[in-house]
Every structure is written in C-alpha cells, then in structure tokens.
C-alpha cells in the first residue's frame, strides 16, 4: 500500500464545499441520521473510490476497512460492474416487477446455482437488507401458520417494522412499543456470554425461551452466522445445528441472516451457514450483494415461496436491471479472480498479526471472526473485560490519521470491525497492522 497522501491544508474551494456540504446535511437531512455519523465531530467527506480506498475531498486515501457497511464487496468502481451496470443504464435503466427483463431473470439462475443442491431454491428480489427481512419474517408466518419469531440478543436485522423488532440493541429502539411476535433467546458469546463458553447452556435457554415466551409453536428462528454490528461475535461449532434442530421440532423455519456473511467474505465457504453444516430454510442476502447498488434477496425453497404466492405481492424497484446487472457483476468477479480464497489468505494473516498485537497490548482483550469479516474487542481490564470506549474512540482518530477508516460496531462500542472490500491486498493488511500499532501504542 502506498503511503496516505500527505495532511495539508485544504484549498479554499474544498474547504468552502466541505463546509457548505455538511451545513446542508445538518439542515436539509434528518436529524436521525447524524446518529449513525463513524466522526460526529468532524464528519468525513468522501468524494471519489477506487478498489479498495476511498478518498476525501482534499484527495486524502483511505484504506475503508468498513466496506461501505459492507456494501462494497469485490472494490468501488470494479470495471466489470461499472461495465454490465453501466451498459444496462444506457439501454434501460429501469423495468418495473411487472415485466420481464433480462438481468433480473439471469441473476436468479446464477444465484441459485451457487446454493446447495438437493433443494428447488426460488429467489424473491428486494432493495434492502433490511426489506429482506421482513419478506422472510412474513414468509415464514404465512407458510407455517404462526406469528411468533425467536431471535438472538445482540443480533442486527435492520431497523425498519419488523427488522427493527427482532434487532436486539437498545440503542435502536424507540420508547413507543416495537413490532409484536419477537422473542430473544440469549446469543452464545463465547468471549463473555453470560453461561461462558460452550453450547449446550445456550441450547438449553433457546428451548426454556420457546417454552416460556411463546405458546411452543413458532413460525422461525433467525441467526447470523456471525453477528456482525452485535460486535463479530460467530456462532460456535454446534449451535445452529442444534438450534435448528430445537426450531423445527416447534414447527419453525430456519432463516440464516447472510446479508453480512455471504459471497464468499468469510473465506472457508461461499455461504456462512455452510461452515455449520446445516440447512436453513430461508437465506437472506444484501449489502454486498450488488457491490454498491440497492439490491437484495430471499432465496427460500419453492414450496414456501408457493405459500406466500396465495396472495398478490410485488416490488416496483425490486427486479431493476441495472441493480441485477451489478448483481451479476459480484458472482462473476469473486469466480474469475478468486476472491473467496483471496479473503481466506489475507484474513488469516490479518488475524496472525492482530494477535500477535494482543500479546503486545493489554487494550486487545479479544480478536476474533473469519475471512474479511473480523473483530477486535478493546477492555480496560482483561479480567473484568470493561469496555474501553473512549480509549477506543482515540485509536479510531489515530487509525483515521493515518489513512484508515475503521468503525467500532457493537452496543458497547468497543469492537472494532475489519471487514474491507474483498480486493485488499496483503500489502494493504500489512500497513494495517502497522497503524493499529502505533495507534495502540501511542497510550
């Protein structure tokens, strides 16, 4: 990687459009997004992306550890998607559910045929992670007959009716009451979950949980093979299977939250809940699924997806071709240049050294995830595990300093997330590692 570009003062005419670009935000956008700002304090503005880096107004690099929320799967501005997106945007930009068009048709085939076998997958496009959701929450209640969900604490599924009701953070709950018919059972963190470490504790509490909370018939269970705004907390060997085990005895679909996990970002597998050896019913998938472009997905066995057909239901902007097309681009380029093995090499070695950085400082309490999908908890004190927030939020400044976007996901806000587009290089991890150093190390 090469070095940051140089600090330096901004010319006037960036300064005047940063200036006058956050005012406009603060003015003309919702007040709710500033709650999501990784720099309140001193928003960054970027203006131009390229593989990996992104660069702000004043041309400084940056190495996006974020991904864009993970949005940004095979590098911004890969010349494949710029080229299908781009040739479908000149010839037509837009078709409505309503009629057919290509992409949107060869997606699905190519999507599925990236599935397991031995199961008739039908793929219903969305626009959002968070829409996905919802499709499969109501899918799951439609084909089953029941109402009542389980899913984890400290799980992500978005914010919107009824993602927002199975996400498990305070923090992005409101006071008036969220959407009925979501039980959490308690996740098993295995750094400092509260039956410690092990699998059948945490078992055992999912069927006290659908014994107790709801009337013992369910409609699903949903889980993220590795929680990833919880804090990259992975599921342990044994539990979905086991879970899935529990939820289908009480008349419940599996649903496997891919929509951080998928397309190869976690190295070992295509697919995250293939590294547990099970089978989920529904899978969701978004963010990278379209490396940038509004784009998701419910991949469902066909006689679920006939349940649902009983009624009419449709996307105006759900089978855009130009969205599709950028889809498309994602599975072509992980094949053609090997990214999925590519995410393994680099994360391993990204996981190498950022514990060898846990042996060097006593902030690192934990390392852990998979592939391009990786955490890094910061503690006051190892034994009591505090979460070092403010120490944290220092590093992160530091880590920006030096040409490196990095955000800190987790309720308590003390984990830092590494999961990059899946085109870094080892280059790149190296100059990580060296940052995050010097951060650490500057107290």
Not at 6 to 14: L, M, R, S, V, Y
Not at 233 to 251: D, L, T
Request: glycine share 10%; proline share 6%; with cysteine.
């Amino acid at each position: 990687m090469n070095a940051p570009h140089p600090p330096g003062p901004i010319p006037a005419d960036q300064a005047d459009l940063r200036a006058s670009l956050i005012a406009s935000r603060k003015r003309f956008l919702s007040p709710s997004l500033a709650t999501a700002s990784i720099y309140p304090d001193d928003p960054l503005l970027l203006v131009r992306g390229e593989g990996q880096y992104v660069f702000d107004e004043a041309g400084k690099r940056y190495l996006d550890c974020t991904a864009q929320n993970l949005c940004i799967s095979i590098g911004f501005c890969h010349p494949v998607t710029m080229a299908m997106a781009g040739e479908q945007m000149h010839r037509l930009p837009h078709t409505t559910t309503l009629f057919h068009s290509e992409h949107p048709i060869r997606y699905a085939e190519e999507l599925v045929a990236r599935m397991p076998a031995g199961t008739d997958w039908v793929v219903h496009l969305v626009n959002s992670g968070a829409e996905a959701i919802d499709l499969a929450y109501m899918m799951a209640r439609v084909h089953t007959g029941c109402f009542e969900m389980v899913a984890l604490r400290n799980a992500y599924h978005g914010l919107q009716f009824g993602a927002a009701g199975s996400t498990s953070f305070n923090g992005n709950r409101f006071t008036t009451a969220s959407v009925q018919g979501f039980v959490h059972a308690i996740h098993p963190d295995q750094y400092k979950g509260v039956f410690g470490a092990g699998v059948t504790p945490y078992l055992d509490e999912l069927k006290r949980t659908i014994s107790a909370s709801t009337s013992g018939r369910i409609a699903g269970m949903i889980i993220e093979p590795i929680q990833g705004s919880g804090g990259v907390v992975p599921m342990p060997p044994g539990y979905m299977q086991g879970a899935f085990e529990i939820v289908r005895a009480a008349g419940g679909l599996c649903i496997s939250d891919e929509v951080q996990t998928a397309f190869g970002r976690l190295g070992s597998h295509y697919w995250g809940f293939e590294a547990h050896g099970v089978m989920p019913d529904i899978i969701v998938l978004g963010k990278g699924i379209g490396n940038g472009f509004p784009i998701a997905a419910v991949v469902c066995r066909r006689d679920i997806a006939e349940s649902f057909a009983r009624a009419k239901f449709f996307n105006t902007y759900a089978c855009n071709p130009m969205a599709s097309a950028a889809a498309r681009s994602v599975l072509k380029v992980v094949d053609d240049e090997g990214l999925q093995a590519h995410a393994q090499r680099c994360g391993d070695h990204l996981l190498a050294g950022l514990n060898r950085l846990k042996e060097k400082h006593a902030l690192i309490g934990d390392v852990r995830g998979q592939g391009l999908m990786l955490g890094i908890e910061v503690v006051r004190d190892r034994t009591t595990r505090e979460p070092a927030v403010e120490e944290g939020a220092l590093v992160q400044n530091r880590l920006r300093a030096s040409g490196f976007i990095m955000v800190k996901g987790s309720p308590s806000r003390n984990t830092f997330r590494i999961n990059p587009p899946m085109c870094i290089t080892l280059n790149d991890c190296d100059a990580l590692l060296d940052a995050f150093d010097r951060a650490l190390a500057a107290g």
